[in-house]
């Protein structure tokens, strides 16, 4: 399943420092989940879903979307 944190992230003008402060997570951890290299925890999900006032669901693709 593919993760599209990179996409929403930028469409809603966020940089990725500004996400970590806003998320809580650290930059090079949001940095190695937006290259799929660690994949987040259920908290970090959240946490980044809330920053980003999205749901979680927005960061994944889907075919029901």
Known sequence: MKMY???????KGFSLMALAQKSGIGKSTLNNIENEKVSPTLFQLEMIAIALDAHITDLFESEYK
């Open 5 to 11: 944190l990179w996409e929403v992230r930028t469409a």
